[in-house]
């Protein structure tokens, strides 16, 4: 049902998660966001997901236009919470206008920081996320059952975004139930990813965003193992096809979404 002869200017198209600042874009960052725009993906969200990162994040959405961002601690860097860096987080959230607190939550896939040291990050984000009235964005890998155990036991929770979304048939209740999120990227279309791929029919099109978490998370089929923001649109289009809409239903219903979690985010 999708055409692939859509051109780039009749959809707008948002990458909810990217990671701008990486070295592998250092030499070409212009020519990247120019073959994004090409594609019809014309905003992005910056992840600033470490406190050395967020400096770097700050300035480059105030300088290029139609980047936004977020801010937090990400798991693998949990050690490096305390109340310094819970306060300096605080104040850049307010200050720079970002967009969510991410991205927060738990991962044993790694050799990372022990549970309790991850806890103690994710659930102090959790609560300033909702205290400020900004969305969370969720990292969660190996980590499921900890981390619906925490969210079941939180109350007032801020809106949620899983990012990466890839889990239980459990997840996609607890989801539904609490009017969350999923980020849709690179995963969803591998073959591999069965599971995955049949929980998308279930999920309506309104709870999902897209996502490239450039430069990984390359999708299946491409000829470079850098990903990057254009490829948004491969994403979209294989949502189309799985779902059996259109590419311009995909972009309306998806950026439509991003910016009621996120907030305007222009082009």
Known sequence: MNDSRTSST??????????????????????VLQASREAGVTSWIMVGFSPERWDAAIRMA????????????????????????????????????????????????????????????????????????????????????????????????????????????????????????????GLATRQKSGQLREQLCHIPLRSMVIETDSPWLIPARQKTRRNTPAQVRTIATFLADHLGCTLQDVARETTATAESVFGRLLP
Not at 10 to 31: G, K, M, N, Q, Y
């Open 62 to 185: 105030h300088e290029i236009d139609g980047l936004a961002h977020m801010l937090g601690v990400h798991p693998a860097n949990a050690q490096e919470w305390n109340a310094d860096t819970s306060a300096r987080l605080v104040h850049l959230l307010e200050s720079s206008h970002a967009r969510a607190v991410g991205e927060i939550g738990l991962d044993f896939y790694r050799d990372n920081a022990p549970y309790e040291v991850q806890h103690r990050a994710f659930i102090d984000q959790l609560r300033i996320a909702r205290d400020l009235g900004l969305p969370a964005v969720f990292h969660m890998r190996d980590a499921e059952d900890e981390m619906l155990k925490i969210l079941e036991s939180e109350s007032d929770l801020p809106r949620m975004v899983f990012h990466s979304f890839d889990g239980s048939e459990r997840l996609p209740r607890f989801i539904l139930d609490r009017d969350a999120i999923i980020g849709v990227g």
């Open 10 to 31: 009749d959809i707008r198209l948002v990458d909810t998660h990217c990671h701008l600042d990486d070295p592998s874009f250092d030499e070409d960052l212009d020519a």
